[in-house]
């Protein structure tokens, strides 16, 4: 058995190899959604190194925006740090190669230790899974957020462990905690159904209650509190604009198939839009290949030989989820009928878990189809891994090399902030944070609203009714705004963006005025200050720091 270290090393090559096309140009920034999740990242590098403050709100998109409260926001993950040192484009970059590698390593160990599959067969596994045309349709098109599904094979180690010894537990609630910090909106809810299915196959397996509802229990308790300071937000925020979607995009089994193996995609994409579905194709592609997808077909023959149904089971649950909508029967109609699951908008995302069962299949096929190899198995074995590797690589080099944007643009940075409609929004959207320039364009998938009110040009950011003062001088931050007023009576001071909770005036009333931040504020010549500062900031973070108590205090305590 390959230490840890080793398998971690060799992983991280695994992910730099995969991923490399994002590196021939550094600072390029990359297609579709990155734009997007680059301007979050820009956004906070800005608030904390131009201003010193922690990055809550978003001034510089929809009129301005809570960052806190926003489910995609990754501000709070410990890899958001690298953005210090490199840079939010070379960090963004590292934060995908290094979720790869975790997920080379899981999906390895996964295979290796819990399904005693041969170190060839593991590592077909976890080429197949992690190098699958998912990660590179999703990553490459800017799905940043959906990179902690790289940790689904480490949920699934870290729950079994934990069945045996609480301890694993903690480490398990930091995963799901970790998965909430990096916007995981879908990972998170798919976890919690694999998590909820492996639970269902402990019971059966074992006709034991008791290790099962105790790791249930241990981890449900320290992911609410460990991941309070995301979920306490993202709730309050979701009962002010709920994100209720419909959805009844389905696939058949045949084009399923397409998804699974089509190499052609310039092709594809065309005939598939032509096809009647919801989504364009990187919503679909899910590479793997004849080759794997033969060896899982062996793979299943080698889980009835072994009695592992549980496999083929839960293997064909997240195959009907991946279908779609076929009737108000189906997997998926049922699911979507769940709160929080009724966001969620597309059912074929559910291959990356279809695949992670196809890989471990696949693994399971190899070594199957080896013992009736006569001689140099080993041999026969790796080259077969290659092949695999190869034929995977060809096919998705074409869809993650799309880092091919112009790089942020840092000039000429804008003395004053103000709204404006003179920079091209689609090409220039992730640069605004740094030219200190703000948009009323929403390229959002929350339902925020924009205020019709809001005004664009360098002119000043606060405004009073004509004749009823004047405004002297004004400023802001990302937190942080100000006004220097004169009013001849108690009147309104309007501020240019949008109105949200969590704002407090030094002085005045806050009020939502038709969607826009006003202050009610007495006669006289005064100072109107307003900080961003979230009704479940300290909740959150005291419940986190209760979290970290408890788990410091499970560690401690010996297994019984």
Not at 189 to 215: H, Q, S, Y
Not at 294 to 311: E, N, T
Not at 432 to 451: D, H, I
Request: glycine share 10%; with cysteine.
């Amino acid at each position: 058995m390959p230490s840890p270290a080793r398998v971690l090393a060799i992983s991280l090559v695994a992910a730099i190899v995969t991923w490399g096309p994002a590196f021939i140009s550094p600072l390029a920034t990359g297609f579709g959604d990155w734009q997007y999740f680059h301007h979050m990242w820009e956004a906070g590098y800005v608030a904390i190194t131009r201003y010193g403050e922690w990055p809550l709100w978003d001034p510089y998109h929809c009129g301005g925006i809570t960052v806190f409260a926003n489910p995609q926001s990754q501000h709070l993950s410990p890899l958001y740090w690298l953005s210090l040192p490199l840079g939010p484009t070379l960090a963004s970059k590292a934060f995908v190669v290094l979720h790869a590698a975790a997920g080379f390593a899981a999906m390895y160990w996964l295979a290796r230790v819990d399904f005693g599959i041969s170190a060839a067969g593991a590592a077909l596994a976890s080429i197949a899974w992690a190098s699958s045309g998912f990660f590179a349709s999703h990553g490459g098109g800017g799905h940043s957020a959906f990179l902690p599904f790289y940790f689904a094979p480490l949920v699934v180690i870290l729950w079994r462990r934990a069945l045996v010894d609480p301890r694993y537990a903690v480490g398990l609630a930091c995963v799901m905690t970790l998965v909430l910090l990096e916007g995981g909106v879908y990972p998170f809810p798919f976890f919690v159904l694999l998590l909820a299915c492996e639970a269902l196959v402990a019971i059966a397996a074992t006709r034991a209650w008791r290790p099962t509802l105790r790791a249930a229990s241990l981890t449900l308790l320290l992911t609410v509190l460990l991941g309070a300071i995301r979920l306490l937000p993202i709730l309050d925020e979701l009962r002010g604009h709920p994100r209720t979607v419909g959805s009844r995009d389905g696939v058949t089994l045949t084009e399923l198939l397409q998804m699974l193996t089509v190499r052609d995609l310039p092709w594809i994409d065309r005939s598939w839009g032509s096809g009647g579905h919801q989504f364009v194709w990187a919503e679909y592609g899910s590479y793997v290949g004849y080759g794997v997808l033969a060896l899982a077909a062996i793979g299943l023959v080698a889980c009835l030989r072994q009695r592992r149904y549980a496999v083929i089971v839960v293997g064909a649950l997240f195959l009907g989820l991946t279908l779609g909508e076929h009737g108000n029967a189906s997997p998926w109609s049922l699911v979507h009928r769940l709160p929080i699951y009724d966001s969620l908008r597309a059912p074929s995302r559910f291959s990356v878990l279809l695949t992670l069962f196809i890989a471990l299949a696949a693994g399971m096929g190899l070594d199957l189809l080896l013992r009736r190899v006569p001689r140099k198995r080993e041999l026969v074995a790796w080259l077969v891994v290659l092949g695999v590797a190869i034929d995977i690589a060809a096919v998705n080099v074409r869809v993650i090399n799309r880092w091919r944007d112009p790089p942020i643009q840092t000039e000429p940075v804008h003395e004053r902030f103000y709204l404006t409609r003179d920079i091209p929004y689609e090409r220039n959207f992730a640069s605004f944070p740094r030219l200190n320039v703000g948009t009323t364009g929403c390229y959002e998938a929350m339902n925020f609203s924009v205020a019709r009110g809001l005004w664009s040009g360098d002119e000043a950011q606060a405004r009073v009714p004509q004749g009823t003062g004047e405004v002297n001088a004004w400023g802001r931050t990302t937190t942080h705004v100000w006004a220097d007023v004169t009013l001849s009576a108690p009147g309104r001071v309007l501020f240019n963006q949008n109105y949200a909770p969590g704002w407090h005036a030094s002085q005045g009333e806050v009020v939502d005025d038709a969607g826009q931040l006003a202050v009610d504020a007495p006669a006289g010549r005064q100072r109107i200050e307003l900080v961003y500062r979230p009704a479940t900031l300290w909740p959150g973070a005291i419940a986190f720091l209760l979290g970290v108590v408890l788990c410091a205090c499970l560690l401690r305590k010996r297994p019984e």
